[in-house]
Each structure stands twice: as C-alpha cells, then as structure tokens.
C-alpha cells in the first residue's frame, strides 16, 4: 500500500522541474535552512551557534547530511531563489546538485549560477561537535567507536553533554564503558565544577593509561611568574617559589624574564655591544677608544660607556645592577589551573599511578632485558660448544649464524608460506651450518689444536672471506627474513609492560637449547665422549674412543646450533653480512664472563649482559651507543676480579 | 766487537739501506723533487704504507717477540692520529677564521675567535662549544706529547689491568678486542666531543704551509720513513739484549720465567705500553696523509688485520712485519682500486675488487696452516738461518710460543 505510493511520490519529485521546486512547497530541512538563511550566508562564527543547533535539534533525517556536507564545504546556495543544496564537482565549471532532503541528484548545472558556503575552520569546529551527536547515537557500532576515538583525540567541553546524553541509550555495554572512562576523562578536563572533576580523577587511581596521563598533566601545567617584593599569598595557585641562582633557575633565566615581562632593561649581549661598535666607528676612534684597540673585551666596555656617554647608544644593565633587580623581585611557578583543590587532587592520583607506573616500567624492563639475554644466550651457546668445551676460538661463528640467517632467507623466497617456510628453515639451516662446520674442522682447525692463537687468525680468515662471499652472493643490502603471522603482535599486559611474540619464541627457543646441551653432554654417549677428549685427548683415545670423529662432530654441533641461532636472530633483525660480526664480539664476552666450559655459566652470562646493558640504557634511554661501551668496560673490569668468569672450573678439568 | 749491537743484528744495516734507497727513489720519482714519475697520490699510498709498517713493527714487538695476540693496536694507531688530527684541524680553522674575522670593522676578541672555531668544527654535530678532550688542541707541542701520552696511557692502565689479574692467551686477546669496541662505540657518539661519525677531516691541509700537496706528500714520506727507520732501530735494540732474551722467554714459557725471579708483569706492560706508544706515532703520520679519520677506522677489524700483516710476512722477525705489512697493503690497494684485470672464468667473470678479500681470507688460512714463517721465511734462502730440530715440538707451552719452523738455531 504504502510502497507504490512512495515510488509515486519519487516519480514526481524526479521529474519536477527546477522552476516548479521554486514555487513548490519547500520540504522541511530546506525551509529550516531558509529559517536561518541569514545566519548560514553571514558565517560569522558568533551568530551561527543557534542555526547549528537549530539543524542539530530539528530531529529531520536530513540533518547529519546537512552538517556534514556543510562542514565539508560542499554546500551551495542558488543565487536566484537562495535554495540550498550540496553539490560534487563534475568539471571545472559544472556541478551535479543534490537535494537535502531526498539526497537526489536533480541534475547537473553550470557554478556560475550557485555561492558555495565557505565555513572558516571555527565555523567546522562547531558543526564537527554538532555532528558529533548524531555519530555517537548511529546505530553502527563501528561508527560510535570511531566517534568515540575521535573525541578522544580532540574532544572539548561542548561534547561533554552530549557524551553524557548518548551513555543512557547506548546499547553496546562494551561501548558505554568505553563512553563511560571517556565521559569521566572529558570531566576532568572540562567539567563544571571542581567537585565534579576531582571526582572523576578519583576512578583513575592507579591507572596506567596513557590518556589518563595525558589529561591530567595539563592540569598541573605552570607558568613562570615575577612580582615586585614578595609571592603572592593568596589569590593565585601557585605550585611553588623559585629562588634566582640555584641549577634549576639560573640567575640569566631570572633576568631575562624580568626583560621579557618589560620590568627590567635588556643586559648587553656581546654582539649587540659589537654591533654598536662598529655602527660608531668615527675616525679610527669609537667613543674615544682605537678601534686596533678593541680587540680586548676591557677596552670594549670602555669605548661603550663612552659611546653611552655622548648619548650615542643606549645605557645596558650593569652586573650590580641585575643583580639588585633579580634581588628585588620574586619568582613563582603558577598552576594555570586555577582550582588549588583541583591542582591538589590531580597531583595526587598522578602519585598513585607514578608509583604504579615505576613498578610496571620495571617489570617491563625486566622482560626486555630477558629476551635481550635469550638472544645473546643463543647467539652464544653455539660458541659455549666450541669454545668453552673444545677451546677452539672460532671468529668465523658470527659468519656461520649469518649463513643460518640467509639459509632463513633462501627457503623463503622458494616457499611462500611463512609458517612452513620457518619449519624448513630450521633444520636446513642447521644441515647448511654443520656441514659448513665440520668441513672448516677438517681442514682447518684440525691441524691447530694446540695452538689458539693461530685458530684464532686463521678463522678470522675464513670469516673475512664468507663475508665477503655473502655480500657477493646476496648483495650489500638487507634481506628480510619474514616472521609468520602468529609471531607478529605483541602480549601486552597493560599500557606499559608489553612484549612481541618473537622475542617470546626467541626465549623458548633459548631454553630448548639449553635443556637441549644439558642432554646431549649429560645423558648421550656423544657428549661423554667430547667430554672425554677434551679433558684428556691421548686418554681418551687409548679407551677406544675415536678422537678425531668426536671433535668433528662437536664442532658441526656448535656450527650448526649457530645456523639456527641464525634464523632466530634474522626474524627480528634484518639479515646483512653483517650480522654475525655485530654479535661475534658479544658473543665471546658472554662466555667468557660466564666461565668457558660450563653451560650454566654462559646463561649467566648472558642474563648478566643482558640485564647490564638494559639497565644503562635505562638511565640514558636515547644513547645505546653509550650503553654497549659502558657494559664492554664493566665487563674489562669484571674480568679483573673473576678473570676465570662467573662459574669457574676448578681442578684439572680447568685445564692448567 | 763481535758482540755489537749491529753484529747482533746484521738486518738493521740492510734494512735502514733498503729504507734509504727507497726514500730516495720515491723523491726523485715525485712531483716536487723529481721526475714526476709517481703520482702524488700514489707517493702519499706510499708514505702511508710505510706508517702501517711501522704499526706492524709494534704489532710484531708485542706478538711475534712477547706473546701478547692483542687486537687493539690499530686502536692505538688511530688514537695518535686523533691526538694529531685536532690540532690540525683547530690550527687551520684558526687561520680561516682569523682571516674571516680580520674584515670586520671591529677587531675579534680571542672569546670570538674561539667561539667561531668552535662552530665550524662542532658545526657538523650541533654544537659550539669545546668540549673538555680539545683543551690543548691550540698548541703543537702539548698535542703531539698527547700523541705519545693518550695511547700510552690507554695501554699502561689496560695493561696494568689485564696483566695484574693474569689474563693470558685468547682471554686477553678478546678482551683487547673489547676495549678497541668500546672505544670505537664511544667515538661514534656526538657527546664524545670528537664529532661522532664525522670524524676529523681536512688533515692532509698543514695549517701555514703555502706548499702543495705534491710537496707535503713527500715532507711526509720522509717523515715516516725516518719514523720506520728510528722505529726499526728501537724495536731491534729492545729485543737484542737481554731484555729480549726475558721477553721472548715470557713468549715460550711465562711460568717459567716467573719463576725464575723476573717481573713477568713489569716485562709485559712496558712492552704492551712502548708498542702502544710507537702504534700512536705511526697514527699520527699516518692520518695527516690519509687526510681523514673517524671511528669506523678503530673498528676490532682493523687490529685483526694488523695481526694478519704480521703473520703473512712472518712474526718474530722485525723486517717480516715490515714486509707483511708493505705487501699485503700495497697488494690490498691495488686489487681494490680496480687496477687488476677481471679474471674470466667462461661462466662467470671473476671481478677482484669483489673477490679480493675472499682471495685475502684463503691465502691467509693457508699461509697459517702451510706457511708459519709468512712471506719472511723466503729470506732464509739466502741466509744461513736454520730452523732448530726440537723433533716438532713448539718452544714452548704458552699459547704465544714459537712453533719449530718460525725459529732459528
């Protein structure tokens, strides 16, 4: 019944004429625009008010479609009639215009015939917060929320009331808490009165938000002030007085606020004194003084007071005279909020949360210096191998975590899917790294057991060479190694303490290894077997047991260990070639801090440096630089008292 | 007089006539004094070739004769050429600032020129203010004493540090590497008052010298290899006496020396200081030609590779470091500057600057492994020196001890 009769109706509004909608009667939203005309044509920001609301009020559909193409400056007004309407640009001088009230395009027409509305920004500002009713109450929810972020970001005291008005009708109990906490925040930065705010700050004891924080500190904002005499008594909130000449508030900032506040005449820079000099430069004389004299900053002040003198310049503040007018004056930081009791309040739920907040940037600390360790855990328990057990310096272990690393790389760009990519990648790049090994112990290391130092420069060579071979294989620049989807994001477990997925699985990955080592020295035959050979080789190999095999094979294990290390340390870092030389030096710290040849040892090692090395950044968060030298010297220093690490083999196992 | 200094040591005399031949022809081949047959550009490669030797003479005192592997002496080497370089930096911004400022109308203050040297060199880092470190940079004589006092003392209190608490071999070969790190972290921060990354630049410009660089790069080379020369001289006396005889126990058998009486510590740290010392003088001829340093060039790289020069030409003897140094760098600059034809393989075109320090890592492997006496060894063709027969046993226990084939009966 009623569907025909409303396409009846669209029939005839489509097919009126421009000429006949002039003379036809006007349909609400227009007729309310044509209330206010005068308003909207002037578009002062002080009459408006009462047309935005009028439209805001008027509860007509079309309201929100006014308000927003309005404040999008998409309204025109016809000249002929003064109708309104909002319009897209066709081309340069043709619009297609659109009727408010049925959002229909009634054709296109050339601009020369219509004003387009120009609102100032002020003027968007209010028809924004006027919108901002009817967003709150849309019945998407998506909507309400982005509503919600919005105000958050940029809300003002007009939307305090209409915040409140959408709480009672909000349906989602998710969202009203959400319009519930901004509500509140809104208060504290707006509310009336300042009972109504302390107690909104009230609820957010001990809350580690952010915004929060964010509105709160305003409050406690100050300003620097000067009086003739003493502070103010009353009157005024002031946070506290300063006293001229100590660090915080030097004597130059007391005077140089004086000179700002007019209260006191400019001191004398000295280029303002030179300026002056040179400006009254009269025969080779400036106030009586040579110039080839000036050269001295005494004769300056003299050839000035002369200048001043003859009324050449302007007199400058003496010292005793700055003095005696900082003296004479009091300084005072004054809260711009002017409420003491609310000032008062604020500063006391900001303790709250500050206490609340040391332990949780604590907490977090903690975990960032956790996962720092995993990874110079793993970096090094491949070097805890053959270093700490077999004694071989390898400078080449940087490279061989390199080549797990690309090993990372490679698998990636032939398979696609990240997840099973990574599943690849771990026992190839283990395979790629103990063949690598074991091929470098045969020909190599073998034939230099007994002598360190020559292991120690011939790897060096092979690591200058593979390094030099990756960036001729792969390039100089940065591969990515992509972590699957599951590892990306963080656990957070409040504002402060949050920590990625890869750092998580990069610490269990870290203890799998070290239970891993635990098992196969402790429990398998391999490593009884290393154990014996490198206690005592010729010993060893009389009870039957094959000293050459066991010490390829360990040194492939602590190869391969590296590779996967390798892939680990790619996910979260980019892969260059050089990414093992960043670590190698680190890496050898760690196990010699810990003690060579014990395995607990190397894990406290590298919790140690890795908590060190957080800590400093604490102190000087800006400056890791200053952190990774501040650690290597406490570790020189270190070394001097435990020269043997922190767990260290006593007896004939400590091999001299 | 069998038992002179120079009968002792017949490849002093050899050496400082090699040297002098060289100077000689180098200057009669250059720009400014000669023929104009070597570029000025390749007698400054030359000059500084001959600061590396140097570097690797110390290199050889302290590894090849003492047994310490340290990998911090390039560390040294650019501290001296930091030590020299901020007085050449602040004399010759002095000069362009004193000139700048002579036009204006009223004559600078010396708080003026100081600021204004101060924002041109600090300019780079945000900054005008000196920091502590430049407080002798003004004058000559107080900054060339910093470059003997600066490594000196770095290598005294290190030195004392390691030695004291007894770390030997490789532990104190990381630690050394450490300390190069930390102070190559340390440089590259602004706040360490030496502009950071940027380094000090503009060096090879001697302030108040009118001459070119054709001039200056020769002024250098003779001064540099009179340093080699001095440097030869002092590090063959050092090690010829008994004082040499001590030293090169410690290398073979530290326990035993020890229990001997000696001062094995005292020993140690005066050499690890004097090699650190002649390091930083060979850094201050050094940089002046290579006209920049910044701390990219103390990285923990650069030492290791003055232990490679040294084991290529051949450790425990002084002109062995002379020639590792000199070849492998001469080479080193010839295969990366592009000079060496591309070699072609069918498949694929070997190009050198890309695979010269994969040839440099191999050969390296394989001088250490076939090779113990390096690129020195050839010497003993045309010499009587023999190596002992100690039935292949090393000369002693210590990590740092000769092996049978570097040694001579």
Known sequence: ?656 | MRNTFIARNPSVLVFLAILAVFTIAVTLLSHAYGTGGLSTSFVKTLGKTLCLCLVAIAMDLVWGYCGILSLGHFAFFALGGYAIGMWLMYARTELIVTQSLANAPIPPTEQEVVDAIGSQIFGVVGSSDFPAVWVFAHSFWLQALMVIAAPGLLALIFGWLAFRSRVTGVYLSILTQAMTLALSLYLFQNESGLRGNNGLSGLQNLPGVQAGQDEISVWFLWGSALALGLGYVLAAWVVSGKFGSVVRGIRDDEARVRFLGYSVEGYKLFVFTLTAIIAGIAGALYYPQAGIINPGEMAPIASIYLAVWVAIGGRGRLYGAVIGAAFVSLVSTWFTSGQVPPLNLGVYTVDWVDWWLVLLGVSFVLVTLFAPKGIGGLIDLITDRVTPDRHGADYGPDKGALQEGEGRR
């Open chain 1, 1 to 656: 019944m009623i569907r025909p009769l409303r396409a009846a109706l669209l029939l005839l509004s489509l097919s009126v004429s421009p000429a006949l909608a002039q003379t036809g009667a006007l349909s609400p939203i227009q007729a309310l625009l044509q209330e206010h005309r005068e308003a909207i044509e002037k578009s002062s920001r002080r009459t408006i008010q009462p047309a935005i609301d009028a439209i805001r009020d008027s509860g007509l559909d079309a309201a929100p479609l006014v308000l927003e193409q309005w404040g999008a400056r998409n309204m025109w007004q016809r000249e002929d009639d003064g109708l309104f309407f909002y319009a897209e640009e066709v081309d340069r001088d043709t619009l297609r215009i659109f009727d408010f009230a049925t959002a229909q395009s009634i054709g296109e027409f050339p601009d020369d015939a219509f004003d387009q509305l120009k609102p100032n920004s002020g003027i968007q500002g209010l028809i924004a917060s006027a919108l901002v009713k009817f967003q709150l109450n849309d019945p998407d929810p998506a909507k309400r929320r982005d509503a919600l972020a919005a105000l958050a970001r940029n809300g003002n005291e007009r939307h305090l009331p209409i915040l409140r008005e959408s709480i009672g009708a909000e349906p989602s109990a998710g969202i009203r808490q959400q319009k519930e906490r901004l509500e509140r925040l809104l208060t504290i930065s707006f509310g009336a009165s300042d009972a109504e705010r302390i107690e909104a700050m009230d609820h957010f004891r001990g809350d580690l938000a952010v915004d929060v924080r964010a509105a709160l500190n305003p409050i406690l904002a100050t300003t620097t002030e000067v009086v003739e005499g003493d502070v103010p008594a009353e009157g005024q909130n002031i946070a506290r007085a300063l006293r001229p000449g100590s660090e915080s508030f030097p004597e130059a900032a007391a005077y140089d606020l004086l000179v700002a506040r007019d209260m006191a005449p400019a001191r004398l820079s000295p280029d303002d004194q030179r300026n002056a000099l040179a400006a009254n430069i009269a025969d080779g004389r400036v106030g009586g003084v040579p110039v080839g004299e000036l050269s001295d900053p005494a004769a300056r002040d003299r050839a000035y007071a002369g200048l001043v003198e003859a009324g050449l310049a302007p007199p400058a503040a003496t010292g005793d005279e700055v003095a005696a007018a900082v003296e004479a004056h009091s300084f005072y930081e004054r809260y711009r909020e002017a409420s003491g009791a609310v000032t008062e309040a604020a500063q006391e739920v900001l303790r709250s949360i500050e206490v609340k907040l040391a332990f949780n940037q604590f907490l977090d600390l903690t975990l960032d210096a956790l996962s720092l360790a995993s990874i110079y855990f793993l970096a090094a328990i491949g070097l805890a191998i053959t270093f700490g057990v077999m004694g071989v310096i390898n400078m080449a272990h940087g490279e061989f975590i390199m080549m797990g690393a690309y090993t990372g790389y490679v698998v990636q760009q032939l398979i696609p899917d990240y997840t099973l990519s990574l599943i690849v990648a771990l026992p190839c790049a283990f395979a790629v790294t103990f063949a690598a090994g074991v091929a470098m112990e045969r020909l190599v290391i073998r034939w230099l057991y007994a002598r360190p130092l020559e292991t120690l420069l011939a790897t060096f060579g092979i690591s200058i060479a593979l390094q030099q071979l990756a960036k001729n294989i792969f390039g100089t620049q940065a591969r990515p190694l992509t972590s699957p989807g599951w590892l990306d994001g963080a656990l957070s477990f409040n504002d402060v303490v949050s920590i990625s997925y890869i750092r998580i699985a990069i610490f269990v990955l870290a203890l799998v290894f070290l239970a891993f080592f635990l098992f196969l020295m402790k429990r398998t035959r391999l490593g009884l077997e290393t154990r014996a050979v490198t206690q005592n080789r010729n010993m060893a190999a009389s009870m039957g047991i094959n000293p050459d095999r066991v010490n390829m094979l360990t040194f492939g294990l602590g190869s391969g260990i590296a590779g996967i290390a390798g892939v680990a340390i790619g996910l979260y870092a980019k892969v260059t070639s050089e990414l093992g030389s960043d670590y190698i030096v680190q890496s050898f710290m760690t196990v010699v801090v810990g003690g060579v040849g014990n395995i607990w040892g190397t894990l406290l090692g590298a919790t140690m440096i890795g908590f060190l090395q957080k800590g400093i950044e604490w102190f000087n968060p800006s400056n890791t630089l200053a952190a990774q030298t501040y650690m290597i010297i406490f570790i020189i220093i270190f070394i001097q008292f435990r020269p043997r690490g922190i767990i260290a083999l006593r007896g004939r196992a400590a091999g001299d």
